[in-house]
């Protein structure tokens, strides 16, 4: 071993240590692939690149596929938060008697929506 990688091992190392104290996790896993030198390394990390770029060839279609089905999905809910934000827009210009009125019919409608086992936990309404 060479002075080169004695001192990558040192640092490797001390990258696992580190690791482990942040985040609680072990990554000398036996089943991890040992790395002793900055070529072992490179070579690790282009052989994962390779397979990763296989698997999304591979799945390509499915992804295609996936990614075609939830476009409505995501159109719904970007409409959604469109129209949220817009409530909330005229919400915050409507005269402060009008937003207690509505906080009051809510009071009343609420346990007609929501039975008392599915109700959610009461909370605060801020104007």
Do not use: C
């Not at 080169?4 to 609680?24: G, P, R, S």
């Not at 809510?106 to 346990?111: A, N, Q, S």
Request: avoid cysteine; charged fraction near 30%; proline fraction near 6%.
């Amino acid at each position: 071993m060479s002075a080169k990688d004695n001192q990558f091992a040192v640092i490797w190392q001390d990258a696992l240590d580190n690791y482990e104290i942040t985040t609680k996790k072990n990554l000398r896993d036996p089943n991890l692939p040992k790395v002793t030198s900055v070529d072992e390394l490179i070579m690790t990390l282009d052989n994962h690149a390779k397979d990763f770029k296989s698997y999304r060839q591979k799945n390509q279609t499915f992804f295609q596929v996936f990614a075609t089905t939830l476009r409505p999905v995501e159109l719904l809910g970007d409409l959604a938060a469109f129209e949220v934000e817009g409530q909330a827009r005229r919400q915050r210009r409507r005269p402060v008697a009008a937003r207690i009125v509505d906080r009051q019919a809510m009071l009343v409608f609420r346990p007609l929506l929501f039975p008392v086992n599915d109700r959610p936990e009461k909370r605060i309404l801020v104007g």
